[in-house]
């Protein structure tokens, strides 16, 4: 069975910084674009960051983009976020996901669709206080 477990979260005040894990298990990602997500109560998923499968491409949605920094760790099957310059627009439920295909070409428009991923963690929440 595939699990996806993301850590790290918690409640930091505007400034701080902190740093999410996604512990994969039941299979390798080694060969896999990875990704985080979040939401935020009564608004839709919406794309953060992703990763290649080697970690050469990233990419960041422009609300993050200077402030997060996503990595990989193929021997450990997990992939990391950490989040900088916290802002309370931060605030939401941060949700780590794998694609199915392996070595899939890093394009901006299918790596930031929920609709590519097959496996999602239950996420992880941050909380930012102004």
């Known amino acids: 069975q595939v699990q996806l477990v993301e850590s790290g979260g918690g409640l930091v005040q505007a400034g701080g910084s902190l740093r999410l894990s996604c512990a994969a298990s039941?299979?390798?990602?080694?060969?896999?674009?990875m990704a985080w997500f979040r939401q935020a109560p009564g608004k839709e998923r919406e794309f953060v960051s992703a990763?290649?499968?080697?970690?050469?491409?990233?990419y960041y949605a422009d609300s993050v983009k200077g402030r997060f920094a996503i990595s990989r760790d193929n021997a450990k099957n997990t992939v990391y976020l950490q989040m900088n310059n916290l802002k309370p627009d931060d605030t939401a439920s941060y949700y780590c996901?794998?694609?199915?295909?392996?070595?899939?070409?890093?394009?901006?428009?299918?790596?930031?669709?929920?609709?590519?991923?097959?496996?999602w963690g239950r996420g992880t929440q941050v909380t930012v206080s102004s």
């Open positions: 996901a794998a694609d199915r295909t392996a070595f899939r070409p890093f394009t901006i428009v299918v790596v930031t669709s929920t609709a590519t991923y097959n496996y």
């Open positions: 039941g299979r390798t990602f080694s060969s896999n674009v």
């Open positions: 990763i290649n499968w080697n970690g050469i491409n990233t």
